[in-house]
């Protein structure tokens, strides 16, 4: 049996898989076939969970460390947030509080040292908070490369489309398909 590469793009919190449009249009020109999830419908972390059948990994904005404290307000201030503002990411409420709270606890750099496979690390050259994150990352991964996305911030897909898009294209284009059998 052989199984090909799928390229997919997950948002992050506060973003909903549109928030993936503009990048997704200009890869699908350069003859990507590219899927956006919700994030909300997804729960576990494929890459570790079924290393042998994962490519490649591009992390964007990502932190190495989760900010419990930041995390624990946050969650405060969604639970008082109207639940309108929710619908628009296309969530319940309830279920991305829970999402958020249960994130608190994760512990994204436990055993990151075990990914394998290919890894670019994307971090906009105007994003102070994740620019440590991003270079340990790129440390702690052995077969990863960092590179940062000009005139952006955190949200690289919505800050600059045009050049996220370029170097996700040429990071896959590199890593041709790949067939399990």
């Known amino acids: ?3 090909f590469m799928k390229n997919i793009l997950i948002h992050g919190l506060g973003q909903n898989s549109c928030s993936w449009t503009c990048v997704k249009k200009i890869l699908n020109t350069k003859g990507m076939d590219v899927l956006c999830p919700d994030l909300f419908e997804i729960t576990k972390n494929f890459s570790k969970e079924y290393p042998e059948k994962v490519n490649s990994v591009i992390l964007i904005g990502v932190p190495y460390k989760v900010p419990k404290l930041l995390f624990q307000l946050q969650c405060s201030i969604f639970c008082i947030m109207p639940k309108s503002v929710f619908v628009k990411m296309g969530v319940e409420k309830k279920d991305f509080v829970t999402l958020v709270h ?3 606890d994760l512990k994204i750099s436990e055993k990151i040292g075990e990914i394998k496979c290919k890894t ?3 971090c906009g050259a105007k994003d102070n908070i994740n620019m440590k994150s991003a270079k340990l990352f790129k440390k ?4 990863s490369r ?3 996305v000009e005139s952006s911030s955190h949200e690289v897909n919505k800050d600059n489309p045009e050049t996220l898009a370029v170097l996700i294209y040429k990071f896959w284009k590199n890593n041709k398909e790949k067939k399990y059998g």
Request: aromatic share 12%; charged share 20%.
């Open 102 to 104: 249960s994130m608190k």
């Open 120 to 122: 670019l690390v994307l």
């Open 146 to 148: 960092l590179e940062f």
């Open 140 to 143: 702690n991964i052995k077969n």
């Open 1 to 3: 049996m052989i199984f």
